[in-house]
Nanobody, 129 residues
Framework: VQVVESGGTSVQAGDSLRLSCTVS????????MGWFRQTPEIPGKEREG???????????YYIDSVKGRFTISRDNAMKTLYLQMNNLLYEDTAVYYC????????????????????WGQGTRVTVSS
């Protein structure tokens, strides 16, 4: 499995960005997919699930802090996942990753079959206030 995230950069608060994630070596259409983020500068802070989209794009889910500002989408033919981020806030600063995802008790998680070395390098988003 190879996952490549892109689109991250440094922006000002209020700006917009569109992240992309291409996946190979995985039956992309067979998975609900999600975006996760992590702030490595904060010790002990775990990777946080941000949004999930069903395999057929009919269902989406967002955590409260990004609801109304972020939009997840996918192109199954291109095996690509997107995250449109509008009105970015300083708190959105993080490294963003994509992976198969599902919701368990209100939390976005990866399936147990997702190996730790499947994660991509991520794409860094830095928002200046």
């Amino acid at each position: 499995v190879q996952v490549v995230e892109s689109g991250g950069t440094s922006v000002q608060a209020g700006d917009s960005l569109r992240l992309s994630c291409t996946v190979s070596g995985l039956a992309f259409v067979g998975y609900d997919m999600g975006w996760f983020r992590q702030t490595p500068e904060i010790p002990g802070k775990e990777r946080e699930g941000v949004s999930v989209i069903s395999w057929d794009s009919k269902s989406t889910y967002y955590i409260d802090s990004v609801k109304g500002r972020f939009t997840i989408s996918r192109d199954n033919a291109m095996k690509t996942l997107y995250l449109q981020m509008n009105n970015l806030l300083y708190e959105d600063t993080a490294v963003y990753y994509c992976a198969p995802a599902r919701i368990e008790t209100g939390t976005i998680v990866v399936p147990p079959t997702w190996a730790s070395d499947n994660w991509g390098q991520g794409t860094r988003v830095t928002v200046s206030s």
